[in-house]
């Protein structure tokens, strides 16, 4: 299982969205994904998917981890925090999702805070990684996807740090083009490459996207000098000539998906010319070779 | 303070965490390390060649466990360990609470604990938790 962390320092980049589609994509391609969204503050994984009635949604990451948290004898069923989404083709596709809670709803931040009060991410003592790892390694052992692809939190939170350094094989790292965004991120990418890992855990790999790009990245000199730092950070080769030539990935912004929020990988009639729709395939390219 | 002042504390702290725990309140872990703080200063007053001086010590990394902060039960126990005379009973009985401490941890979360070392997992959180989130803080 390939762990994927989306991650943005600034929200408004187009995060969810992009792993919502990226989701689709594997499924089409008849990988077994499991989407999960870890954006506990603001969740809303589960408004990116078609075909998800929200009414019906009751468990999810939050309501599984404080059961958890309160020492529930046996561990919950994890189908029962966990969605079948339709997959639009492909053979042997499958995608699961599980949402932070039944968000927004009284039960589900009433939820959430009974959770900051049981479950200390940044305890010491290890409690609040192993809960969070123990529920990564059952995803892995018993939904058994070929990716788990996770909405990390923006910002710098306890649990976005936890999903990205420990948790994520590769870390997206969403970025706006200004400085403001820049500069937070490279801030983040700096720590990922300085982070602990456990053992067994290759170094994160990370890969920068420029998004809501309007006509290239700005060419002013910090940035351009900020994009290349980056880049260098993110480029796991020491052998110079190895060295990946791709340069930062983009993706486009575009009025009829960045504001409809909809998925670009079941619209194929409706969205094959999209410059966002071929910026996905390429980024979706070089992070599932 | 004398040891009779702080073993009236330590009483009235054990009980009043005993007490938190059983009605499962959030805040039980503040307690428990308010009894770690009395007992380590029980301990300071009392040497590790009387019993009452080794039940201190004792209690003192046990509350550190109970209130889930193993950084300092761990160094607690490190620093009684490094006592000089310290007797192998009580050195035994340190590292057999902090690895008891690493099982249960181990049986709440055994899928974790089938992939990875809870001492290492435990190492890692330290890091964070000094470094703040990402450790950025470090």
Known sequence: ??????????????????????????????????????????????????????QDIAGGAVPYLLATATGAEAPPALKAHSLSLAVASGEGGRLQLIPAGPAPSEQYWAALKQLGERLRLNDPSGNGFMAVLDL???????????????????GVTELGGLTTTILADTVVCLFAPNQESLDGTLKIVEALK????????????????????TGGAPDDEAFTSGVQRLLELSDRSKDKSK??????????????????????????????????????????????? | MN????????????????????????????AWLEVS?????????????????RIARRG????????????????LAEMYGAEKGASRALKAALREMLEENARQ????????????????VRDVARHFHEGGAFGLAA
């Not at chain 1, 600034?10 to 954006?39: C, H």
């Not at chain 1, 990564?136 to 923006?154: G, K, N, S």
């Not at chain 1, 053992?199 to 790009?213: G, I, M």
Request: no cysteine.
């Open chain 2, 37 to 53: 703080v009395l007992e380590e200063r029980l301990a300071q007053v009392l040497p590790h060649s009387k019993g009452e001086g």
């Open chain 1, 1 to 54: 299982m390939e762990t994927v962390a989306f991650y943005s320092y600034k929200g408004g980049v187009g995060r969810s969205l992009l792993l919502a589609n990226a989701a689709q994509f594997l499924a089409t391609l008849g990988k077994r994904v499991v989407a999960l969204d870890f954006d506990f503050e603001a969740p809303g994984l589960h408004y990116k998917f078609s075909g998800v009635d929200r």
């Open chain 2, 3 to 30: 040891a009779e002042a702080l073993n009236t504390l330590v009483t009235g702290a054990i009980w009043r965490a005993e007490q938190l725990e059983e009605k499962d309140v959030p805040a039980v872990a503040h």
């Open chain 2, 60 to 75: 003192a990394v046990r509350a550190a466990l109970k209130a889930n902060d193993y950084d300092r039960a761990r160094l």
């Open chain 2, 105 to 120: 941890a181990a049986s709440r979360y055994p899928n974790a604990a089938r992939h990875y070392n809870v001492r290492e």
């Open chain 1, 194 to 213: 300085a982070a602990p890992r456990l053992d067994r855990q290759k170094p994160v790999r990370v890969v920068p996207v420029l998004s809501r790009a």
């Open chain 1, 243 to 289: 060295r990946d030539q791709t340069g930062l990935l983009m993706l486009p912004h575009d009025e009829t998906f960045g504001n409809g929020e909809r998925l670009v990988g079941i619209q194929l009639e409706a969205t094959v010319f999209s410059p966002l729709f071929k910026a996905y395939l390429g980024l979706f390219r070089k992070l599932f070779p």
């Open chain 1, 136 to 154: 990564q390694a059952r995803i892995r052992d018993e939904m058994r996807p070929d990716y788990l692809l996770i909405d990390a939190r923006t």
